[in-house]
């Protein structure tokens, strides 16, 4: 596991792969990255954690490049404190211009690094941090109260209170960036906290993705199992997370989709901050869904669902889908996948789409009659 702490990781990425746009073909024919990882250690801190690019070391190929981060914290209130990461390929420069920004939102059971930036060597690449970065993206993501280096609180972090964590993580973005609106991906209760947020901030959104995305639930498997617990969401503000939660998430819906080894790299990470998780999501998605109306979110929305996700089937994804008012909309489902989409052996595909949908031509519109 390449994940400590506040560490950070540098990246070696193949120039070559960039220019081509291409990399060893996977998963149907679809192209990845394949990049090498180095971690160094670095320090935790109370303020932005400044880190020069990298320079080549003797003996390393002249074409290879280091992915650029920082660590970032903010200030909710008084009490909590949010952490948030970053990634692109090079640090940004005074007057360039602006990479596209892509911000991800994580889900109930594990915080931001462990989701989006996992390393698990000898495993092929996890990170989709490290490829949107690859794609030429500014990658954001950060952990919600009482997640990962978050603020722990006794406040069980429930979609509303993702909504305004994210209200203070974007004024970090926009002044880093000199953008005032971004790409967002939330997975699983993630994709509810954004789709939360893109009803109250419209504004700030660019294109939305909804991943592993539940609307009522109506016919969910996982939550009509997940509601056998509602009394101990109602009463308690966090629940027990071990090593073998964390391994079912990855066999729940159909064993076999996912490397073994992920599971194991996840839960090494996630453990350094204990063995419990707040319940505020899964309250939510037991008891007080639909959290998010489809005719308030303005964007342009891709849903994405793996084809044996548990968490809502796809009748009630496609009545969500159908009421959105903007028709730049996209549904895909990717095969062979489970809730952790963006983890699974499909993942490229997941990629592939993504970028695709994120990277659409402006399209024509007709000029207003006067």
Same mark, same amino acid.
């Not at 209200?167 to 954004?194: D, I, M, N, P, Y």
């Not at 009463?235 to 079912?248: L, Y």
């Given at each position: 596991?390449?994940?400590?702490?506040?560490?950070?990781?540098?990246?070696?990425?193949?120039?070559?792969?960039?220019?081509?746009?291409?990399?060893?073909?996977?998963?149907?024919?679809?192209?990845?990255?394949?990049?090498?990882?180095?971690?160094?250690?670095?320090?935790?801190?109370?303020?932005?954690?400044?880190?020069?690019?990298?320079?080549?070391?003797? #003996?390393?190929?002249?074409?290879?490049?280091?992915?650029?981060?920082?660590?970032?914290?903010?200030?909710?209130?008084?009490?909590?404190?949010?952490?948030?990461?970053?990634?692109?390929?090079?640090?940004?420069?005074?007057?360039?211009?602006?990479?596209?920004?892509?911000?991800?939102?994580?889900?109930?059971?594990?915080?931001?690094?462990?989701?989006?930036? !996992?390393?698990?060597?000898?495993?092929?690449?996890?990170?989709?941090?490290?490829?949107?970065?690859?794609? #030429?993206?500014?990658?954001?993501?950060?952990?919600?109260?009482?997640?990962?280096?978050?603020?722990?609180?006794?406040?069980?972090?429930?979609?509303?209170?993702?909504?305004?964590?994210?209200?203070?993580?974007?004024?970090?973005?926009?002044?880093?960036?000199?953008?005032?609106?971004?790409?967002?991906?939330?997975?699983?209760?993630?994709?509810?906290?954004?789709?939360?947020?893109?009803?109250?901030?419209?504004?700030?959104?660019?294109?939305?993705?909804?991943?592993?995305?539940?609307?009522?639930?109506?016919?969910?498997?996982? !939550?009509?199992?997940?509601?056998?617990?509602?009394?101990?969401?109602?009463?308690?503000?966090?629940?027990?997370?071990?090593?073998?939660?964390?391994?079912?998430?990855?066999?729940?819906?159909?064993?076999?989709?996912?490397?073994?080894?992920?599971?194991?790299?996840?839960?090494?990470?996630?453990?350094?901050?204990?063995?419990?998780?707040?319940?505020?999501?899964?309250?939510?998605?037991?008891?007080? !869904?639909?959290?998010?109306?489809?005719?308030?979110?303005?964007?342009?929305?891709?849903?994405?669902?793996?084809?044996?996700?548990?968490?809502?089937?796809?009748?009630?994804?496609?009545?969500?889908?159908?009421?959105?008012?903007?028709?730049?909309?996209?549904?895909?489902?990717?095969?062979?996948?489970?809730?952790?989409?963006?983890?699974?052996?499909?993942?490229?595909? !997941?990629?592939?789409?993504?970028?695709?949908?994120?990277?659409?031509?402006?399209?024509?519109?007709?000029?207003?009659?006067?």
């Amino acid at each position: 596991m390449d994940l400590t702490g506040n560490g950070q990781i540098t990246d070696r990425l193949s120039r070559r792969s960039l220019l081509k746009g291409t990399a060893p073909v996977i998963a149907g024919g679809l192209a990845a990255i394949s990049l090498r990882r180095q971690l160094v250690a670095q320090p935790g801190s109370a303020s932005r954690v400044p880190s020069a690019p990298a320079m080549p070391k003797p #003996g390393e190929a002249p074409e290879e490049v280091k992915i650029w981060s920082h660590d970032y914290w903010t200030n909710k209130g008084d009490n909590v404190k949010l952490y948030m990461f970053r990634k692109r390929l090079s640090a940004p420069q005074s007057g360039e211009k602006p990479l596209p920004v892509l911000f991800l939102v994580h889900g109930s059971s594990n915080s931001s690094r462990a989701s989006f930036d !996992l390393h698990v060597p000898g495993h092929g690449d996890y990170s989709l941090m490290d490829q949107f970065a690859g794609y #030429g993206f500014d990658v954001w993501t950060m952990d919600f109260e009482g997640y990962g280096h978050s603020t722990q609180t006794d406040n069980n972090s429930d979609v509303a209170c993702g909504v305004e964590d994210l209200k203070v993580a974007v004024e970090v973005v926009a002044r880093e960036t000199g953008q005032q609106s971004f790409h967002f991906f939330g997975e699983s209760s993630g994709a509810l906290r954004a789709g939360a947020f893109a009803m109250v901030r419209p504004e700030r959104i660019r294109r939305l993705v909804l991943a592993a995305f539940t609307y009522t639930g109506k016919g969910s498997p996982t !939550l009509a199992k997940r509601a056998e617990q509602l009394d101990y969401y109602r009463t308690h503000n966090r629940r027990p997370r071990d090593r073998n939660m964390i391994r079912s998430i990855f066999t729940r819906d159909k064993p076999g989709t996912t490397d073994p080894a992920v599971a194991e790299a996840l839960a090494d990470y996630e453990l350094q901050f204990g063995d419990t998780i707040p319940t505020g999501t899964y309250l939510d998605m037991t008891a007080n !869904l639909p959290l998010v109306d489809p005719l308030k979110v303005q964007a342009p929305v891709l849903i994405v669902r793996g084809q044996f996700d548990g968490i809502a089937t796809e009748e009630d994804l496609f009545t969500f889908f159908t009421k959105l008012p903007n028709g730049d909309r996209q549904f895909s489902i990717i095969p062979d996948s489970v809730h952790a989409v963006s983890l699974g052996y499909n993942r490229a595909l !997941l990629w592939h789409v993504v970028r695709a949908f994120l990277e659409m031509p402006p399209r024509h519109e007709e000029p207003q009659k006067s």
